[in-house]
């Protein structure tokens, strides 16, 4: 959480606290798959109070599904506050072997980063190797750089710019 924290800070320059940790809410998890739904997840989270934060992100060890995906590695509020990521299929490679702590560590900084970016109202990229595009597998997460392409680092600028005026103006 650590490195996720870090990395938060220095992309989006911006006080990333690490919380207490809580329960995934029992009503999330679909028993039919054995994955947790990151929707019902994400609702849970954006009805609690965090005063002093703004955005949340939720890390998680447990497998995440949506109603149409198999499995996703994260998922966001776009344009609101909360954001979940699943460590669940980023601790091994396609073939099943484990992956080297870096490798694994890369991986949970670029998923965290990437919905974090939805809930600053990103949307998903085409442009080869960027943070935003979508990722669907793990090898499609490898590809990418841990960075944004110009349009989107533009875009995220523009919006954290808004983000931190809206929250001046708030206090």
């Not at 890390?59 to 994260?74: A, E, H, R, W």
């Not at 909360?82 to 992956?99: M, T, Y």
């Not at 979508?134 to 989107?152: G, V």
Request: hydrophobic content about 40%; proline content about 5%.
């Amino acid at each position: 959480m650590r490195i996720v924290a870090a990395n938060l800070q220095t992309m989006f320059e911006v006080q990333a606290d690490i919380l207490v940790p809580m329960a995934i809410p029992e009503d999330a998890l679909q028993l039919h798959r054995g994955q947790y739904d990151a929707g019902l997840v994400l609702k849970h989270l954006s009805g609690l109070s965090f005063p002093h934060h703004p955005r949340i992100l939720a890390i998680t060890d447990v497998d995440l599904c949506s109603p149409v995906l198999t499995y996703v590695f994260g998922e966001a509020q776009m344009g609101a506050k909360s954001a979940i990521v699943s460590d669940f299929r980023l601790k091994h490679n396609a073939d099943g072997a484990p992956a080297p702590s870096a490798v694994y560590y890369e991986r949970i900084v670029k998923v965290a980063l990437h919905e974090i970016a939805h809930t600053l109202s990103l949307y998903h990229c085409d442009t080869p190797g960027c943070l935003m595009q979508m990722s669907p597998r793990i090898d499609d997460l490898d590809k990418l750089s841990i960075h944004f392409c110009d349009r989107c680092g533009f875009v995220l600028h523009r919006n954290m710019k808004e983000f931190r005026s809206k929250q001046h103006s708030c206090k």
